[in-house]
């Protein structure tokens, strides 16, 4: 089974804090991705990875960056996280157009509290 | 751009019946996959059922069947013989073939499930 593992749930940060969300995948995706989930507005794209060190700008980049340095490995950074980005972070990955597959397998969300 | 709308925010159902959650999407490509995932409360996103914008004939995954009307842009998820474990979030979620594999979402229909 595909496994996408967020390193934490639950998180609580202060405003202005640089904050790290880690994510990794164990089966050699070429694709991962980051969403931000809140109530009534379902999930949002902030970033995209299509392979090592490349990234595109998904529908609400502002406020965040990403790296990919590793194929397994994508991490979601809050320069100065503010309580606006108070939400939920879903990481996903995906295979790539040479890999075959269409879905996304997805991690179990990080909730992060901004105070 | 791509755009997946969901109307019903909220759905109920008494166990053991059949219940459909509308989706409507509007792309100018021709070729693209539409899913169905679900969010229970433990927040693990997980595939429903996938259909392909070319094949016509709608998926079936046991009790969880589409209609894919593709003129009309409309892909309806039925879930036959509801159960207590079926109560969940539902999102429809679209994606391109070629170029960019991003998923977009819908904002989500909380399904309840009435003992």
């Known amino acids: 089974d595909v496994k996408v593992t967020q390193s934490s749930r639950y998180l609580v940060k202060r405003t202005g804090e640089k904050v790290f969300l880690e994510c990794v995948q164990d089966?050699?995706?070429?694709?991962m991705f980051w969403y931000r989930q809140d109530p009534g507005l379902g999930l949002r794209l902030i970033y995209f990875?299509?392979?090592?060190?490349?990234?595109e700008k998904g529908d609400i980049p502002e406020g965040y960056s990403v790296s990919r340095e590793k194929k397994e490995r994508f991490s979601l950074i809050l320069e100065s996280a503010s309580t606006n980005q108070t939400s939920m972070y879903l990481c996903?990955?995906?295979?790539?157009?040479?890999?075959?597959?269409?879905?996304?397998?997805f991690g179990q969300g990080t909730r992060l509290t901004v105070v | 751009a791509q755009t997946v709308t969901q109307s019903q925010p909220e759905m109920s159902v008494q166990e053991a019946e059949t219940v459909t959650l509308s989706c409507t999407y509007d792309t100018s490509e021709s070729d693209y996959y539409l899913f169905w995932y679900k969010q229970p409360p433990s927040r693990q996103m997980i595939l429903v059922i996938r259909?392909?914008?070319?094949?016509?004939q709608n998926a079936t995954e046991n009790r969880f069947s589409v209609n894919f009307q593709k003129a009309a842009k409309s892909f309806s998820l039925k879930i036959s013989d509801s159960q207590l474990g079926d109560a969940a979030m539902y999102f429809c979620?679209?994606?391109?073939?070629?170029?960019?594999?991003?998923?977009?979402f819908g904002t989500g229909t909380r399904l309840t499930i009435i003992p």
């Open positions: 990875s299509y392979d090592v060190k490349m990234k």
């Open positions: 979620a679209y994606r391109a073939v070629f170029g960019n594999e991003k998923l977009t």
């Open positions: 996903a990955s995906s295979l790539g157009p040479g890999q075959g597959g269409t879905e996304a397998f």
């Open positions: 089966m050699d995706h070429e694709n």
């Open positions: 259909q392909e914008a070319y094949k016509q």
